[in-house]
């Protein structure tokens, strides 16, 4: 019984030792691409911002971080990986693109815009893979190769500058916490139900969390766009609650071909003073399904107090803002 027990013993440290031989290396594939990524959790996530591109929305010089940020993720998947992306691309390379993807086996999930009146347009590619991580990065960066996606080996990121918003309070009406990244503050908001492509569990870094940007645009005003990950029960609902707060939807669609639960993706646009954006986004996710409680609520008044402040006392609005335990 003892050498029964030895050998099992032995054949799971075997067993242990082979998965972790067996995990992808990362580096590899950040080389074959072209971009070095970083790990959010196990996924090795690889941003390709758009920098090349100068792109303006109704007068405002849009940021690779608002809105011009392709990216792909990639997650172990037994001996092999999966891979899901969305990739930033002018009209002109579209077709040029999607052939290479194509004649190599990746996958198109969706094609699309994010907003309108963008000069130059831009449009939305989403792929997704199965296969050696390596092979798949190598192919995405013979597609990428046809694009003027800038695809160079990246070296440490510069100190995030001082954002000209108010972000503690930004993120008190959102209840939620945000990151200045490229100019831009992000707010990544995980759905409460997990989300299965194909029975695998997609997770926030593989496009399936609830993304909110915000740009200062001077003056005490933000521009904003993202995009609201949805039921079918919650899209007409968010999209009642950005019209009544003066945030235009730009977009509806799907990402994914064998999601479930069916999500779409509603994305939005918004310039204006910053307190207004932030209690109409937050008018928006108070219709949607989240992880978690939000961490700040508001009284039954406490939206039209948060967007009209300069009518309201400083102990009003601070009521307002203040955080619930």
Known sequence: MRNVIAMLATSATLLAGS????????????????????????????????????????????????????????????????????LVLTQQEINPVMAKLAESGIEITAVHNHLLRAEPFTLYMHVSAHGDPVQLATKLHEALSVSATPLAMTTAAAPAA??????????????????????????????????????????DAMGSAIAINLQPTGSGKVATTGDFVLTAAEVNPVLKAFRENGIEVTALHNHMLADEPRLFFMHFWANGDASKVAAGL???????????????????????????????????VAKCGQQQE
């Open 19 to 86: 998965q972790a031989l067996a995990a992808p290396d990362w580096n590899a594939v950040g080389q074959a691409l072209g971009r070095e990524g970083s790990l959010q959790g196990d996924v090795y996530r690889i941003g390709l911002p758009r920098s090349d591109l100068k792109v303006r929305v109704d007068g405002v010089d849009i940021k690779p971080a608002l809105a011009l940020g392709g990216w792909l993720a990639f997650r172990p998947m037994g001996d092999q990986a999966m891979v899901m992306g969305d």
């Open 162 to 203: 001082t954002l000209d918003l108010d972000q503690q309070g930004i993120e008190r009406v959102l209840g939620q916490h945000g990151k200045a990244n490229g100019g831009v503050l992000q707010f990544s908001i995980s759905r409460s139900d997990p989300v299965l492509e194909e029975g695998m569990e997609i997770p």
């Open 282 to 316: 937050r008018a928006g996710l108070d219709k949607v399904g989240l992880a978690g409680a939000p961490k700040v609520g508001f009284a039954p008044d406490c939206k039209e107090i948060i967007a009209q402040q300069k009518k309201h006392s400083a102990e009003e």
